[in-house]
Structures are given as structure tokens and as C-alpha cells.
């Protein structure tokens, strides 16, 4: 079984269409990240939690807002799509002993 | 954080030794080089790390020059399923942890 879990895996959607994508994790770390991937390029923050009370903003968190529902549980939401959040989305976890991150295998979002 | 600077491709052949090279040369004291590489569009894995020694685990060696200014990542004996594309991160001990990926080089394994 995958230790970090993405769901949906695809999703298509149309602009101004409330999205959320929602990412669990059976390690059992603290740390949960979401990225996003645009073609081509690598990987950039959208926000990242340090536990179930921790919220924190990354480089591009414009557009999207999130949810830490449990330890194990991160959610991603688009209150209004646009065409331009079309992006491969991942999640991420971190444990507190290493800064080794472990990545879920991703939801790819098309916004027409 | 410093910036990497990867060539965007590479190739080699199956059984020989990949060596991905990357420069960083305005890394300071505390930053560490992690490498991850990306298979087709499944998420990042993580390779290795090291902060100024060389380090080898059982999927590959990372080697840092002495002033630190450049790394390079080997695959001892590349296979065709390490065709991926490899990053070259250095990442400060900001709060927040944060990966910073450039665009990495990708990685084509000839059988």
C-alpha cells in the first residue's frame, strides 16, 4: 500500500468550479507540503503544515487555500478555478527526524 | 537559497556509470545538496543528500568538491528505469524546509 495518497489521480474541471484535492498519509509524519508542477519545469510550494494547527503560505498560495483535518490528512482547494492552475499537483510529506521528503504520485488538473 | 545550474540532458548506456554534474557555486556553509529525480510524471524521489563529505547509499554516490561549489551524482551502473529526470536542490534550514526544484536533467538510459 502507497504510504502518501493522492485523490482524485485526474480530474477535469471548468473554470469557476470549487476543486478540492486531498492527499493522506499512513507514516505518520508531521510535515505535509502541496506543489505544483507546470510543464517542463520543477516543482514549487503552494503551502506547507507543520502539524494540525500549523498553516503556512509557500511561494504561489494565490488562488488556493487548505484544510489540515488530521496529521495524516492535508486538502488542497481552488475556490475558483482558472485555466491557469491546469498543473500536475503534488503532496508531500516530511518526518521532524529527517528533511528527506516523501512524495504521493500526484493529480494531474485541467481547468477548461 | 542558492541557485543550481544542470545540464538539461544526458544520456548513457545501460551497465555504465550515469554522472550527473551540478553547479552551485554560491552555496553557503549550511546549505545541504539533496538530489531527487522525477520518473515520467510520478511524484519526486529522493536519492541522497550530503552537506560536504561525499556520501553513497544504496542507490547512488554523491560526490562534493572541496569548495563546494559543484556536485556530481553517480549511478554506478544505470539501468534502463533510471531514465528520469534528476534535481540538483540545495536547500537552507529555513523554517520551512522547502524543496526548491530548477528544471534538472533528464536522464536517458540507451539498452
Known amino acids: 500500500d502507497a504510504d502518501v495518497t493522492q485523490t482524485p489521480r485526474n480530474r477535469i474541471t471548468k473554470t469557476g468550479k470549487r476543486i478540492m484535492l486531498e492527499c493522506s498519509q499512513t507514516?505518520?509524519?508531521?510535515?505535509m507540503y502541496w506543489y505544483r508542477q507546470d510543464p517542463g519545469l520543477g516543482l514549487r510550494l503552494i503551502y506547507y503544515?507543520?502539524?494540525?494547527?500549523?498553516?503556512n503560505k509557500g511561494e504561489i498560495s494565490d488562488g488556493y487555500s487548505v484544510s489540515r483535518q488530521a496529521q495524516a490528512k492535508f486538502s488542497l482547494s481552488l475556490e475558483s478555478a482558472i485555466p491557469n492552475q491546469t498543473a500536475l499537483y503534488f503532496c508531500?510529506?516530511?518526518?521532524?527526524?529527517?528533511?528527506?521528503?516523501?512524495f504521493g504520485p500526484g493529480t494531474r488538473l485541467t481547468v477548461l | 537559497d542558492a541557485k543550481t545550474t544542470q545540464p538539461p540532458s544526458m544520456d548513457c548506456a545501460e551497465g555504465r556509470a550515469a554522472n550527473l554534474p551540478c553547479n552551485h557555486s554560491?552555496?553557503?556553509?549550511?546549505?545541504?545538496v539533496y538530489w531527487y529525480r522525477q520518473i515520467h510524471s510520478q511524484g519526486p524521489q529522493y536519492i541522497i543528500h550530503g552537506l560536504k563529505n561525499n556520501e553513497t547509499n544504496e542507490m547512488a554516490s554523491l560526490i562534493i568538491t572541496e569548495d563546494r561549489k559543484s556536485s556530481t551524482l553517480i549511478l554506478p551502473h544505470a539501468t534502463l528505469r533510471d531514465t528520469a529526470v534528476y534535481y540538483c536542490i540545495v536547500r537552507g534550514m529555513d523554517s520551512s524546509y522547502k524543496l526548491i526544484f530548477g528544471s534538472g536533467t533528464r536522464l536517458l538510459v540507451r539498452p
Open positions: 507514516k505518520g509524519h508531521d510535515r
Open positions: 503544515s507543520f502539524d494540525v494547527k500549523d498553516i
Open positions: 554560491t552555496i553557503s556553509g549550511n546549505e545541504y
Open positions: 508531500a510529506t516530511m518526518p521532524t527526524s529527517t528533511d528527506t521528503q516523501y
